[in-house]
Protein backbone atom coordinates (compact mmCIF):
# COMPACT_ATOMS: atom_id res chain seq x y z
CA UNK A 1 0.00 0.00 0.00
CA UNK A 2 1.32 3.51 -0.54
CA UNK A 3 0.50 6.80 1.72
CA UNK A 4 -1.80 8.85 0.82
CA UNK A 5 -5.16 10.87 2.19
CA UNK A 6 -7.60 7.34 1.62
CA UNK A 7 -4.92 5.55 2.73
CA UNK A 8 -6.61 5.15 6.43
CA UNK A 9 -9.72 3.54 4.16
CA UNK A 10 -8.17 1.31 2.25
CA UNK A 11 -5.91 0.24 5.08
CA UNK A 12 -8.97 -1.05 7.23
CA UNK A 13 -10.23 -2.85 4.14
CA UNK A 14 -7.10 -4.30 3.79
CA UNK A 15 -6.90 -5.47 7.41
CA UNK A 16 -11.15 -6.77 6.36
CA UNK A 17 -9.70 -8.92 3.56
CA UNK A 18 -6.49 -10.53 5.08
CA UNK A 19 -8.39 -11.13 8.46
CA UNK A 20 -10.59 -13.69 6.38
CA UNK A 21 -7.78 -15.64 5.18
CA UNK A 22 -7.55 -14.07 1.43
CA UNK A 23 -4.97 -12.03 -0.58
CA UNK A 24 -5.32 -8.11 -0.77
CA UNK A 25 -3.75 -5.67 -3.83
CA UNK A 26 -4.58 -2.45 -3.09
CA UNK A 27 -6.13 -0.44 -5.95
CA UNK A 28 -2.94 1.02 -7.39
CA UNK A 29 -1.19 -1.56 -7.29
CA UNK A 30 -3.98 -4.05 -9.34
CA UNK A 31 -3.65 -2.17 -12.62
CA UNK A 32 0.35 -2.92 -13.19
CA UNK A 33 -0.45 -6.23 -12.48
CA UNK A 34 -3.76 -7.14 -14.32
CA UNK A 35 -1.40 -5.54 -17.51
CA UNK A 36 0.97 -8.27 -17.47
CA UNK A 37 -1.65 -11.04 -16.70
CA UNK A 38 -3.88 -9.82 -19.61
CA UNK A 39 -2.62 -12.85 -21.62
CA UNK A 40 -3.02 -16.37 -20.28
CA UNK A 41 -0.46 -18.62 -22.19
CA UNK A 42 -2.40 -21.97 -23.47
CA UNK A 43 -0.37 -25.25 -23.38
CA UNK A 44 0.08 -24.39 -27.14
CA UNK A 45 1.61 -20.83 -26.06
CA UNK A 46 3.91 -22.55 -24.41
CA UNK A 47 4.68 -25.03 -26.96
CA UNK A 48 5.66 -22.34 -29.42
CA UNK A 49 7.85 -20.57 -26.80
CA UNK A 50 9.69 -23.67 -26.08
CA UNK A 51 10.52 -24.37 -29.67
CA UNK A 52 11.56 -20.79 -30.34
CA UNK A 53 13.91 -20.98 -26.68
CA UNK A 54 15.07 -24.42 -28.73
CA UNK A 55 16.11 -22.50 -31.66
CA UNK A 56 13.97 -23.47 -34.17
CA UNK A 57 12.87 -20.97 -36.24
CA UNK A 58 9.48 -19.50 -36.39
CA UNK A 59 8.91 -20.71 -40.20
CA UNK A 60 9.56 -24.26 -39.44
CA UNK A 61 7.41 -24.54 -35.73
CA UNK A 62 4.38 -25.65 -38.48
CA UNK A 63 5.83 -28.72 -39.64
CA UNK A 64 6.65 -29.48 -35.77
CA UNK A 65 3.52 -28.88 -34.85
CA UNK A 66 1.78 -31.00 -37.52
CA UNK A 67 4.68 -34.10 -36.98
CA UNK A 68 2.83 -33.70 -32.82
CA UNK A 69 -0.17 -33.99 -34.19
CA UNK A 70 -0.97 -30.76 -32.60
CA UNK A 71 -3.54 -27.93 -34.19
CA UNK A 72 -3.54 -25.65 -35.32
CA UNK A 73 -0.17 -25.73 -37.20
CA UNK A 74 -0.66 -23.64 -39.66
CA UNK A 75 2.06 -20.99 -40.55
CA UNK A 76 -0.77 -18.03 -40.01
CA UNK A 77 -1.75 -18.91 -36.46
CA UNK A 78 1.45 -19.35 -34.81
CA UNK A 79 2.06 -15.98 -35.94
CA UNK A 80 -0.98 -14.99 -34.98
CA UNK A 81 -0.31 -16.14 -31.50
CA UNK A 82 3.02 -15.20 -31.32
CA UNK A 83 1.99 -11.65 -31.78
CA UNK A 84 -0.76 -11.60 -29.17
CA UNK A 85 2.16 -12.81 -27.25
CA UNK A 86 4.27 -10.13 -28.00
CA UNK A 87 1.61 -7.50 -27.87
CA UNK A 88 0.48 -8.29 -24.25
CA UNK A 89 4.42 -8.67 -23.07
CA UNK A 90 5.00 -5.47 -24.77
CA UNK A 91 8.01 -6.80 -26.89
CA UNK A 92 8.83 -6.14 -30.26
CA UNK A 93 10.76 -9.25 -31.27
CA UNK A 94 11.22 -13.52 -30.85
CA UNK A 95 14.32 -12.68 -28.65
CA UNK A 96 12.47 -10.22 -26.33
CA UNK A 97 9.45 -12.51 -26.26
CA UNK A 98 11.60 -15.55 -24.81
CA UNK A 99 13.97 -13.30 -22.70
CA UNK A 100 10.81 -11.79 -21.35
CA UNK A 101 8.43 -15.15 -20.82
CA UNK A 102 11.71 -16.54 -18.97
CA UNK A 103 12.18 -13.14 -16.73
CA UNK A 104 8.46 -14.08 -15.95
CA UNK A 105 9.04 -17.89 -14.98
CA UNK A 106 6.24 -18.59 -18.02
CA UNK A 107 9.05 -21.48 -18.93
Known amino acids: MRKARSDA ?6 IEVVS ?3 TY ?3 DLQ ?3 KSVNT ?8 IILKL ?5 LQKNIPEILQERDIHPNSLSSVEKRMNA ?3 A ?3 KNNEQLIAKCKDLGIF
Open 9 to 14: KELKKA
Open 20 to 22: RGE
Open 25 to 27: ISH
Open 31 to 33: HPV
Open 39 to 46: LEFSNYDL
Open 52 to 56: LSDGV
Open 85 to 87: MKL
Open 89 to 91: LAV
